[in-house]
Nanobody, 127 residues
């Protein structure tokens, strides 16, 4: 069982930056790939970014590519999502998720592949 707790959300103006953190309860987080998803009001949850167990592989949704950066620190059992050049359309609840993976480079953009989820943190971007 892995418990995930996100933090770092807030209300910012367009063009600003934010850093989100996802702290995991297990010291074996290095056995899990991690991802970030978001859900805006009235919309379905969508993939944002994912990073492999060791951090060597990562992928982004086209809508955030070049603006967001996903990373992790396995020694601290924490994942991160840095959001730059924020736009009003980035407003959503951001969730981190984890999936135990065998292959170190494996990662997924499909929410169904992730077993553990945080409670979410709100990011609001004003124009």
């Amino acid at each position: 069982q892995v418990q995930l707790v996100e933090s770092g959300g807030g209300v910012v103006q367009a063009g600003s930056s934010l850093g989100l953190s996802c702290a995991a309860s297990r010291r074996t987080l290095r056995e899990y790939s991690m991802a970030w998803f978001r859900q805006a009001p009235g919309k379905e949850r969508e993939f944002v970014a994912a990073i492999s167990r060791g951090g060597g592989s990562f992928t982004y949704a086209d809508s955030v590519k070049g603006r967001f950066t996903v990373s992790r620190d396995n020694a601290r059992n924490t994942g991160y999502l840095h959001l730059n050049s924020l736009k009003p359309e980035d407003t959503a609840v951001y969730y981190c998720a984890a999936a135990r993976t065998i292959i170190s480079s494996a990662l997924s953009t499909d929410a169904r592949d992730y077993d553990y989820w945080g409670q979410g943190t709100q990011v609001t971007v004003s124009s």
